[in-house]
C-alpha cells in the first residue's frame, strides 16, 4: 500500500531543506551475491546482455540514462541562508510522472508548502559527505533512507503524507541485499518494507502507532562515487534503465 497519490516526501521543516527550490537540470536485476571488497569493479557482462531502454537521454549529475520524454531532474540545493543552489551541489530530484494532483504539471519550485510528484532522489558527495546541510542524519546502510530524518516530522509516507515512514527500531525489515548494476559500475542495493506510523503525539511529530500502511523503499549505494539513489514509489523498469546508464 502506499505506492499512489500525491507525495508529500517529508515533514515540513524537513521539505526545506531537501525539496527546497528545485532548478530543473539537464534533460536531454541484481547482479550476484553481495561482496564487500571493492562492489563499483565494472561489471561490463552484465552491461552488454542487457538492451538499452527506450527513452531520450537524461543527464542527472554525472550519470546520463534513457528515460521517458516526461521525466525531469531537478537540483536539491543545501540548507543555506538564501536559498538559492550552489555552484558545487550535486544532489537531484527526479520527477517520474506527467503531472502531480488534479492533473496540475509539477512546479519546478517544491518546498514546503508544495506537494512532490512521485520520483527519485539521486543524492551526491554533498549529500553523504555533509548530510547535514539537507536536516539529515548521515547514511547509514543497515537502515532505511526514512531513519535518516529524525527530526520533528520526519519523512512522509508515499501517499499518505499525513503518516511517518520509519526505520529498523520501528519495524522496517530488509527484504533484499546484493549488488545492482548503475552502467558498468555495481551499486549495493537493498530494499526495505518500510511500516507507516501515525503522528498522534503533543507535537505532531510521532511516529505514534503502527498503521496498515506500508511502502517498499529501494536504495542503490556507491560509496566510492559517494552516490545514493533512493526510490519509494517503485518506479517501473527503474532497474533496467539504471543497468544502462552511462558515467561521465
Known amino acids: 500500500a ?24 539537464t534533460t536531454a536485476g541484481g547482479v550476484g551475491v553481495y561482496q564487500a571488497s ?22 542527472i549529475g554525472r550519470i546520463t540514462i ?13 540548507r543555506s541562508f538564501t536559498g538559492r543552489a550552489r555552484p558545487d551541489d550535486d544532489s537531484y530530484y527526479v520527477r517520474t510522472w ?24 539521486v543524492l551526491g558527495p554533498t549529500f553523504l559527505d555533509d548530510s547535514g546541510s539537507y536536516v539529515a542524519n548521515p547514511y547509514d546502510p543497515s537502515d532505511t533512507y526514512a531513519s535518516r530524518f529524525s527530526q520533528d516530522e520526519g519523512m512522509s509516507c508515499p501517499g ?20 545492482a548494476p548503475i552502467g558498468p559500475r555495481r551499486a549495493r542495493y537493498r530494499e526495505w518494507r518500510v511500516p507507516c506510523y501515525t503522528r498522534e503525539d503533543r507535537d ?26 533512493v526510490d519509494i514509489w517503485n518506479t517501473p523498469d527503474l532497474e533496467r534503465i539504471l543497468r544502462s546508464a552511462v558515467w561521465s
Open 98 to 121: 506527467r503531472t502531480c494532483d488534479k492533473q496540475r504539471p509539477i512546479d519546478a519550485s517544491v518546498g514546503a508548502s508544495s506537494t512532490w510528484c512521485p520520483g527519485l532522489h
Open 66 to 78: 534513457k528515460a521517458p520524454p516526461f521525466w525531469k531532474s531537478y537540483t536539491t540545493p543545501r
Open 204 to 229: 505532531g511529530y510521532g511516529p505514534t502507532r503502527k498503521t496498515r500502511f506500508s511502502y517498499v523503499e529501494r536504495l542503490w549505494y556507491l560509496p566510492e562515487s559517494k552516490i545514493l539513489i
Open 2 to 25: 502506499g505506492t499512489g497519490g500525491v507525495l508529500a516526501a517529508v515533514g515540513t521543516k524537513t521539505a526545506v531543506a531537501i525539496a527546497g527550490t528545485a532548478i530543473v537540470g
Open 38 to 59: 571493492r562492489p563499483e569493479r565494472p561489471h561490463a557482462a552484465a552491461v552488454k546482455s542487457a538492451p538499452a531502454p527506450p527513452g531520450v537521454p537524461l543527464t
Open 160 to 179: 499518505h503524507d499525513d503518516l511517518r515512514a520509519v526505520g529498523v527500531r520501528h519495524g522496517a525489515v530488509r527484504l533484499a541485499n546484493r549488488l
